[in-house]
């Protein structure tokens, strides 16, 4: 069975420019996670999608965005980067309320 | 507000040892509790989910225990190996009637393993 799967594993952006990240769930799960962690802030909630909708979000401004498809993949969108929005994202699908597994992440730099 | 705190912040022992990381949290209403290791840059693997009906759940070297009345959950590594260096990460789920919150995890336990 594929595990959660993330890309690009690295991303390099402009402050300023937009960043797409792509995620897709273990089969049959239907939710998708993601988080940031930020050095030195731990792992922090970002959003939560499931069925094809955004069911709850983190604290975080409204530039941070994404979807759900019908297949359950997600993107996550970081519109108008910042220094500070360099971090590692994650991704974590799961059923219902069941054991989240996560992918390998997103290494995002914005210079 | 759910706060998780993991104690200690880092640690460092002999390998061979046994040990245990300890993890609180604020609110014990929670859904279910789950550990986590973490490599250097990499994502993270589930080590063991305890629902919030369960005391303790056993993988191996590894047993967790779950005390939701006073908000702590214990990972107890016995006989620690070099492998085991990584960061460990705990997180709570709670569940807001439409379902379920994303996770909050705290901000983990360094463990390195000495040879």
């Known amino acids: 069975e594929a595990g959660v799967t993330q890309s690009p594993t690295h991303l390099i952006k402009t402050r300023g420019q937009q960043a797409t990240l792509r995620c897709s769930p273990i089969s049959g799960h239907t939710s998708v996670y993601w988080y940031q962690q930020a050095l030195g802030l731990g792992l922090q909630f970002l959003l939560w999608y499931d069925e094809g909708e955004e069911r709850n979000r983190g604290n975080f401004p409204p530039r941070f965005s994404g979807r759900q498809f019908p297949n359950y993949s997600s993107e996550l969108n970081v519109n108008a980067l910042e220094l500070e929005d360099s971090a590692l994202y994650l991704c974590?699908?799961?059923?219902?309320?069941?054991?989240?597994?996560f992918g390998s992440g997103t290494r995002l730099t914005v210079v | 507000k759910q706060e998780v705190t993991q104690i200690p912040a880092a640690l460092s022992v002999p390998e061979g040892e046994n040990l245990v990381l300890n993890c609180s949290f604020t609110?014990?209403?929670?859904?279910?509790l789950q550990w986590f290791r973490q490599d250097p840059g990499k994502g993270l693997t589930s080590l063991l989910l305890?629902?919030?009906?369960?005391r303790e759940q056993t993988s191996g070297r590894l047993n967790a225990s779950l005390d939701k009345s006073s908000g702590r959950s214990t990972l107890y590594i016995a006989a620690s190996q070099p492998g085991d260096s990584a960061t460990y990460l705990c997180?709570?789920?709670?569940?807001?009637?439409?379902?379920?919150?994303?996770?909050?995890f705290g901000k983990g336990t360094h463990l390195i393993i000495q040879p």
């Open positions: 997180a709570v789920i709670m569940y807001s009637g439409g379902g379920a919150d994303g996770l909050t």
């Open positions: 609110d014990s209403a929670i859904y279910n």
């Open positions: 305890i629902q919030s009906s369960q």
């Open positions: 974590a699908s799961s059923l219902g309320t069941r054991v989240s597994t």
